[in-house]
């Protein structure tokens, strides 16, 4: 079977080539990554792709500039959106998950009331947001067990959860001796 992690690894990989706007929040030389060289002056804003971003997250040298697609009053709109829709409803972007991690990571990181309180309502929102999206996935595998459109909501972790279910699903039914599911 294949390995879950290192699919997800390879999935990160292929779309985080999607262009993210940080702004620099400590001044540093010229950072050389896969030959490509990345400077931006402190309190700038530029535009990288995600997989750049990322590292430069981790170092702490950028945040994401004015995310307002990931606070804690749009979040909660999503999860309520998430919630009263039948099918999966629509996210901003296909880096949704992680962008919300990373805020998360970084409220985690603040030490004050105000940034406690956000944190909790983007983590239980987020929360609400993806249980409800795996209920519909995982529905979405059984009933539609054979068909290879795909619902142009769905995220790129969500397509390869969603393709894995419906291949696990017809090998155990294949296992048991059942009929497919129509």
Request: charged share 30%; aromatic share 8%.
């Amino acid at each position: 079977m294949i390995d879950f992690v290192e699919e997800l690894n390879r999935i990160d990989f292929d779309f985080g080539e999607e262009p993210v706007q940080v702004i620099c929040i400590k001044k540093f030389e010229t950072f050389d990554i896969d030959n490509i060289s990345v400077h931006i002056p402190e309190g700038q804003s530029a535009k990288v792709p995600y997989w750049i971003a990322e590292i430069l997250l981790e170092r702490d040298l950028v945040e994401f500039d004015s995310d307002e697609e990931i606070n804690y009053r749009t979040m909660a709109q999503y999860a309520h959106e998430e919630g009263r829709e039948k099918k999966l409803a629509r996210l901003p972007s296909s880096l949704f998950i992680k962008r919300t991690r990373a805020e998360i990571k970084r409220l985690s990181s603040e030490n004050n009331k105000m940034a406690i309180r956000k944190l909790t309502s983007i983590e239980g929102s987020f929360n609400k947001i993806m249980r409800n999206r795996m209920k519909k996935i995982l529905q979405e595998a059984i009933v539609n067990a054979n068909e290879n459109k795909q619902n142009p909501n769905l995220l790129e972790e969500e397509v390869w959860l969603l393709n894995h279910l419906r291949f696990l699903l017809k090998n155990w039914q294949s296992q048991l001796g059942l009929p497919p599911f129509e």
